[in-house]
């Protein structure tokens, strides 16, 4: 009995300093990687760091989580996470999850709010227009699959948006894309109305990086003429005056 008793409180005692081991003690033991994660208090299962430089290009300021402890028991590590850059920066909130078992990576109530600037610095390349305003992104549900996604549910929105060319200016207003997943490949619809142009675009992404790209462009007579002039090499105007687009490729 008194074997029993001892091993007990053992484990108990094994417990508590799991539970109130320091995040950064367990920061100083992982091995070295690209990823550097700076001034961190709390305990692995609820705590923040001040900053965590991802890459040269993305470095996240504030990061904060919490680990449900009752997901453990569906073995799925879950964490609600965030950070915030600062006033008029990226900042952003999730809850990620990892299936132990399944080997499966999700996160649900994605909620993601960076500038055209910030996004612009994460594009492998230089775009030939100037885009300005805010991008948001609200996702419900994102599950990792083959090839790229087994659930998907959010959209994007683009607020203020403005293209800058040497052709010519566009003032979008605003634009969404509603992402989906369509057995396992990436769909998105893409709307934007304004007293330029409205857009009406299906974008499917594929494995292989294969793209395929549908849809309609209609501009008004308050468009700049060059870029008017511009929408009919993007293909043939339908009977209700918009340019029919229908683009494949691969990426």
């Known amino acids: 009995m008194k074997v029993k008793i001892a091993i007990f409180f ?43 430089v991802v890459n040269p290009k993305l470095t996240l300021q504030n990061v904060k989580w919490d680990i449900q402890f009752d997901a453990l028991l569906d073995s799925v590590l879950a964490a609600n996470v965030s950070f915030d850059n600062g006033p008029q920066s990226m900042s952003g909130k999730a809850v990620v999850e990892y299936g132990i078992t399944s080997g499966q990576a999700s996160a649900s ?22 885009i300005t305003g805010e991008f948001s992104a609200a996702i419900k549900k994102v599950q990792q699959g083959s090839p790229y996604c087994e659930q998907l549910d959010g959209v994007i929105f683009w607020n203020n948006a403005y293209l800058s060319s040497q052709m010519g200016n566009i003032d979008l207003s605003s634009a969404a894309v509603d992402l989906s997943c369509d057995n396992g ?3 998105a619809l893409v709307t934007q109305k304004s007293e330029q142009l409205i857009t009406n675009l299906d ?8 793209y395929q ?34 683009f494949k490729g691969r990426l």
């Open 109 to 130: 109530n994605v909620i993601l709010d960076l500038t055209s600037q910030e996004l612009l610095t994460f594009l492998p390349m230089q775009l030939p227009v100037k």
């Open 213 to 246: 790209l549908n849809g309609d462009i209609q501009g008004t007579d308050k468009l700049d003429p060059s870029i008017a002039q511009s929408l009919s090499w993007a293909g043939p105007r339908n009977a209700s005056g918009a340019t029919t687009i229908n």
């Open 185 to 187: 490949n990436i769909s």
């Open 10 to 52: 053992i484990f108990v005692y094994c417990i508590t300093l799991l539970v109130n081991l320091p995040a950064a003690v367990v920061v100083a033991w992982m091995p070295k990687t690209a990823i550097k994660i700076n001034d961190v208090t709390g305990s692995i299962w609820q705590g923040q760091a001040k900053q965590v």
């Open 203 to 210: 974008v499917k992404l594929s494995e292989g990086g294969a």
